[in-house]
């Protein structure tokens, strides 16, 4: 997809080039159960049930989320209303200033370049049905909507900061540019918000056998650690990770060259969190059977 970039030159414009090839241990853990899954497009870990992870189908599905285990079993299936699953891309979750666990999918897909605005939803995490993949509503979501300042972008990556809150977007194209797009510190309801573009990245044309070398290119989902210090992006085919030290921001750190993470070939990788450690990895795959993968580190 061709990327449209503003004329202007962000002075901390970054590059996902890797100093560093990470040594990890990856481990295909389970295929998921649920036929319904077929295209698990995001994923995060649970903050209220140790071991579980929630999971959502790409666009034109139901407006629904999926609890899984690391048995690959469907604990719970949640529907949200009032929402629209147009092109449902990433998730996350995170605590509010109460301590509450909330949930959040980014419907942030634009393939066509179209849409006027993207959103968010915001919902606090359920408590698990006591009769396994019960299907249940959500509470009512809150909706935050939110316009580039440079035009239409497409995008498939969701970041929410563990402590501040900050909701983000990453974009998507395949030559070789994405940015990252950040809503406004403090949201506001019912009207579009303008994003801030904070950093551009460059995510290089790499060579994996089974892939196309601009599939490297292509970011598709990504996730904070649970104390913020790490961030891991995805593309099709390999995760990137930025170490984040405290007290500094997230502009100065992107400005640092990412550490590379190799994966085994899977048909489509869109979805990625970072487990309660924050250093072991969890990564699905579109596409049946879907795997539930693992990446240990070293």
């Given at each position: 997809?061709?990327?449209?970039?503003?004329?202007?030159?962000?002075?901390?414009?970054?590059?996902?080039?890797?100093?560093?090839?990470?040594?990890?241990?990856?481990?295909?853990?389970?295929?998921?159960?649920?036929?319904?899954?077929?295209?698990?497009?995001?994923?995060?870990?649970?903050?209220l049930?140790?071991?579980?992870?929630?999971?959502?189908?790409?666009?034109?599905?139901?407006?629904?989320?999926?609890?899984i285990?690391?048995?690959?079993?469907?604990?719970?299936?949640?529907?949200?209303?009032?929402?629209?699953?147009?092109?449902?891309?990433?998730?996350?979750?995170?605590?509010?200033?109460?301590?509450?666990?909330?949930?959040?999918?980014?419907?942030?897909?634009?393939?066509?370049?179209?849409?006027?605005?993207?959103?968010?939803?915001?919902?606090?995490?359920?408590?698990?049905?006591?009769?396994?993949?019960?299907?249940?509503?959500?509470?009512d979501?809150?909706?935050?909507?939110?316009?580039?300042?440079?035009g239409?972008?497409?995008?498939?990556?969701?970041?929410?900061?563990?402590?501040?809150?900050?909701?983000?977007?990453?974009?998507?194209?395949?030559?070789?540019?994405?940015?990252?797009?950040?809503?406004?510190?403090?949201?506001?309801?019912?009207?579009?918000?303008?994003?801030?573009?904070?950093?551009?990245?460059?995510?290089?044309?790499?060579?994996?056998?089974?892939?196309?070398?601009?599939?490297?290119?292509?970011?598709t989902?990504?996730?904070?650690?649970?104390?913020?210090?790490?961030?891991?992006?995805?593309?099709?085919?390999?995760?990137?990770?930025?170490?984040?030290?405290p007290?500094?921001?997230?502009?100065?750190?992107?400005?640092?060259?990412?550490?590379?993470?190799?994966?085994?070939?899977?048909?489509?990788?869109?979805?990625?969190?970072?487990?309660?450690?924050?250093?072991?990895?969890?990564?699905?795959?579109?596409?049946?059977?879907?795997?539930?993968?693992?990446?240990?580190?070293?």
């Open positions: 997809m061709k990327l449209h970039l503003p004329a202007l030159i962000v002075a901390f414009a970054s590059t996902a080039l890797a100093q560093q090839i990470d040594k990890t241990r990856t481990e295909r853990v389970a295929v998921l159960q649920d036929k319904r899954i077929n295209e698990s497009s995001g994923l995060t870990r649970s903050l049930e140790p071991g579980v992870l929630w999971t959502h189908n790409d666009s034109a599905s139901d407006p629904c989320i999926y609890a285990d690391q048995a690959g079993k469907t604990r719970a299936k949640v529907r949200l209303p009032h929402a629209v699953n147009f092109d449902w891309e990433d998730m996350a979750s995170a605590k509010d200033g109460n301590g509450t666990s909330q949930l959040f999918i980014a419907d942030i897909g634009d393939n066509l370049l179209l849409r006027p605005s993207i959103q968010v939803y915001q919902i606090s995490e359920p408590d698990l049905p006591k009769t396994a993949d019960k299907e249940i509503l959500s509470a979501p809150q909706i935050w909507h939110g316009q580039y300042p440079d239409h972008h497409n995008a498939e990556t969701l970041l929410v900061h563990p402590q501040t809150r900050r909701i983000y977007i990453v974009t998507k194209s395949e030559e070789e540019k994405s940015a990252v797009y950040a809503f406004p510190e403090t949201l506001t309801k019912d009207k579009p918000m303008k994003l801030e573009k904070i950093a551009d990245l460059r995510f290089p044309q790499r060579q994996l056998i089974g892939k196309r070398p601009h599939d490297a290119c292509q970011t989902a990504g996730s904070f650690s649970a104390d913020g210090s790490r961030l891991a992006i995805s593309t099709y085919s390999f995760i990137y990770e930025w170490r984040i030290k007290g500094e921001s997230l502009v100065e750190a992107l400005k640092k060259p990412a550490r590379l993470i190799t994966i085994p070939l899977i048909p489509q990788l869109e979805a990625i969190c970072y487990d309660v450690d924050g250093k072991t990895l969890w990564f699905t795959s579109e596409r049946l059977p879907a795997p539930l993968w693992r990446i240990v580190r070293e």
